[in-house]
């Protein structure tokens, strides 16, 4: 028997911030290719499926849209503004995958291109993804294990 909800609900995305471990560190963007914010750049990310977690999501939309598979996240936190996506109500847990160095990606399914940029040097990000790329500095800053060049 289905139940059903007298409450609207809310749609949940996972985002994936990857930043090197570098003197001077890097963070993987893609380029949007669709609406909304098509052309602008953005964390890989995407919405969950009803069979996975938000960290198996972030995962998988990695791997879908720039060809790279990591599997140590650390959760940076969950972003919920109301007005945060212009498709509708959606909330997004974002994650943090510290690699060594920049790899080859590449831009697929639904992301035009893939590349890495400095932390000094960040295009406009769609979204709130400003305000969760604040939010993985902090998070870096606390690491032991990596040294952010300020």
């Known amino acids: 028997m289905e139940y059903t909800y007298k409450y609207p609900k809310p749609s949940v995305t996972a985002d994936c911030v990857v930043i090197t471990n570098e003197s001077q560190p890097k963070v993987l963007l893609i380029q949007r ?6 052309g602008q750049w953005a964390f ?12 198996q ?24 503004k109301v007005d945060r996506d212009p498709r509708g109500r959606t909330i997004t847990v974002a994650y943090l995958a510290i690699i060594d160095k920049p790899v080859i990606v590449h831009g697929q399914d639904d992301a035009a ?6 932390l000094s040097a960040l295009p406009e990000l769609a979204f709130d993804h400003a305000d969760i790329m604040k939010d993985a500095i902090a998070l870096l800053q606390t690491s032991a294990n990596f040294k952010l060049n300020d």
């Open 33 to 38: 290719g669709n609406d909304p914010f098509k």
């Open 44 to 55: 890989p990310g995407g919405f969950m499926n009803m069979d996975e977690t938000t960290e």
């Open 57 to 80: 999501c972030a995962i998988r939309e990695l791997e879908e849209e720039t060809g790279l598979v990591v599997s140590d996240l650390h959760q940076i936190g969950a972003y919920s």
């Open 113 to 118: 291109k893939a590349g890495w940029f400095p």
